[in-house]
């Protein structure tokens, strides 16, 4: 599989900027299925930049994956509160700079939670507390179009993170 000139590219900024400013990244996804760890890892000299990731894809993955740190009692994936537990817990536990949490379905049918294909959640953290999430929805049913906007989804979110603010230099 080859990945698509958007991915490539937003992979190559934030590992550029990543290595620009001597910092970390960490991930843990879901109905990417991996893409995003995948997408960082393809840039040569990932290893200055890319601590680890994993996908917790199922309720028996999460139970395997819970040495994260012990799920909230109640909280469910596919929610903005999953991203966020994901993309914190993976940058506490990892030492990362950042974290990148992801959690939705891909389709080509909804989720058991009965959200629709096509809706993700996506969380990027900083070891500093600050946490940021956008909801993507695609409105389709393509598993692997779905599993790309996540991807790039989260890739973009960390990139704005990453960005100066406004007027200050890069």
Excluded at 81 to 96: N, V
Excluded at 127 to 144: A, E, Y
Excluded at 148 to 159: K, V
Aim: glycine share 16%.
């Amino acid at each position: 599989m080859s990945l698509s000139p958007e991915l490539a590219s937003a992979a190559e900024r934030v590992a550029r900027r990543l290595i620009e400013r001597g910092e970390t990244v960490g991930v843990c996804e879901s109905a990417a299925g991996g893409l995003i760890s995948a997408t960082l890892l393809s840039v040569p000299g990932a290893s200055a930049y890319f601590v680890g990731g994993c996908v917790m894809y199922t309720g028996k993955a999460r139970s395997f994956f819970e040495g994260l740190g012990p799920i909230p009692s109640g909280l469910r994936g596919a929610t903005e509160e999953f991203a966020r537990f994901e993309a914190s817990t993976i940058t506490e536990r990892l030492g990362s700079t950042w974290g990148i949490g992801e959690t939705g379905a891909a389709g080509p049918s909804g989720n058991p939670y009965g959200d629709p294909a096509g809706h993700a959640w996506v969380g990027v953290a900083h070891g500093d507390g600050r946490l940021v999430t956008v909801q993507i929805s695609t409105g389709r049913n393509d598993r692997v179009a779905n599993m790309e906007a996540f991807a790039l989804g989260a890739l973009d979110l960390l990139e704005q993170q990453l960005m100066p603010p406004s007027g200050a230099p890069s």
